[in-house]
């Protein structure tokens, strides 16, 4: 039995803010920032919630895979910017779709977030325990930005992406392996809030993510192509046999290097980052659906997703279509 993705969908804020318009509020051009990364905008939330993002992103996944909400026996949402503390993403999704027979909660693993939650859906299915999952990666990454830090605001966007996987005898995943290495955690950051009990003294200051953008490069280059290599051999396939390479839009260069490293073209690598910037775990599902949605994706095409980020984490499955 297999994990087949039998729906996908996507919504991204209505504000879209190009790197012009930042170059007017920080001291940064459209120059740097898109030949450092790549990206020449990204939509950002005004009103939206992610809950909201996430539910139009779910109706669609559910449309095209034919079921309703309360077919659902579970949802995953990979975040860390739930709209709230309490109650979690999948939670609050649960009730805005009443998929009232669903167990809801959220993964934490950052970047690798969708593919953590693809995998833990995976591994649900395979035991037989569920069948039909809805796993969502979304973020409004916006509000844990610090705006007086021009290193990090201008790499990131919003939005939230949606896959529905239910159990298959043919197509599906095929393999995935995963990881995490705690110890090198300090190199992306976002501290949490202060402890302010009445027994301890603790300044009430907003918590701000934090990133050492070269030691992230060099952990995005070493780790990800490895994680490919080694699932695509544990499905048995070699790298020419892959038809797309869906990996998390942080950085074009990074992008350039995974292809280069693994001898595939880049026209296996679609990109959806110069539109969107880097939205963590919507990414891979916002450009799977949009890859989907533009026919790019045949009955029977090998398609690899990777997702790597804060942790450390990183994940890569090899599915067919
Ligand atoms: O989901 C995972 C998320 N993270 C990543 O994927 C990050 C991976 N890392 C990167 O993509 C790159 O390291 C960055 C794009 C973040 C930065 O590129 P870099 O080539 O490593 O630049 P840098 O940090 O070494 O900064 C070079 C210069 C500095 O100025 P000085 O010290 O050389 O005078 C920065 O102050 O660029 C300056 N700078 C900027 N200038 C204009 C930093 N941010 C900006 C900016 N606009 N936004």
């Not at 609050?92 to 779709?97: A, C, I, V």
């Not at 966007?157 to 110890?183: F, K, W, Y």
């Not at 501290?191 to 200051?205: D, L, T």
Request: proline share 3%; glycine share 10%; charged share 20%.
């Amino acid at each position: 039995m297999k994990t087949r993705i039998c729906g996908t969908g996507s919504a991204l804020p209505k504000r879209v803010v190009s790197n012009e318009d930042l170059s007017k509020i920080m001291d940064t051009s459209d120059e740097w920032i898109k030949s450092r990364t790549g990206i020449a905008a990204r939509h950002l939330a005004t009103d939206e919630t992610l809950a909201g993002l996430s539910a139009a992103a779910a109706l669609q996944a559910l449309e095209e895979a034919g079921i309703c909400a309360k077919d659902l026996d579970m949802i995953l949402a990979g975040t860390i910017s739930a709209d709230n503390i309490l109650p979690s993403l999948a939670c609050e999704l649960q009730r805005e779709l009443g998929a009232v027979h669903a167990v809801a909660f959220d993964i934490n693993a950052a970047c690798a977030g969708f593919l953590f939650a693809l995998q833990t859906a995976d591994a649900y299915i395979r035991s037989g325990q569920y069948r039909n999952i809805l796993v969502v990666g979304g973020e409004i990454l916006s509000k844990l930005m610090d705006w007086n830090d021009r290193s990090t605001c201008v790499l990131f966007g919003d939005g939230a992406g949606a896959a529905v996987v239910c159990p298959d005898e043919n197509c599906g995943i095929l393999s995935s392996v995963q990881g995490s290495d705690g110890a090198k955690g300090g190199v992306l950051s976002c501290c949490g809030r202060k402890n302010n009990n009445p027994y301890v003294k603790n300044s009430i200051k907003l918590p701000f993510v934090s990133m050492d953008g070269q030691e992230v490069y060099k952990f995005a280059v070493r780790t990800v192509p490895k994680a490919i290599t080694d699932t695509v051999e544990k499905a048995g396939l070699a790298i020419s046999d892959i038809d797309l390479f869906l990996i998390h839009q942080a950085n074009i260069r990074i992008i350039e290097s995974v292809s280069k490293r693994l001898k595939a073209p880049m026209e296996k690598f679609p990109t959806n980052l110069a539109f969107c910037g880097n939205i963590s775990a919507g990414s891979v599902p916002i450009l799977l659906d949009d890859v989907n949605r533009r026919g790019l994706l045949h009955k029977g095409d090998k398609i690899v997703l990777a997702g790597f980020g804060a942790g450390l984490t990183w994940g890569a499955s090899v599915l067919v279509w």
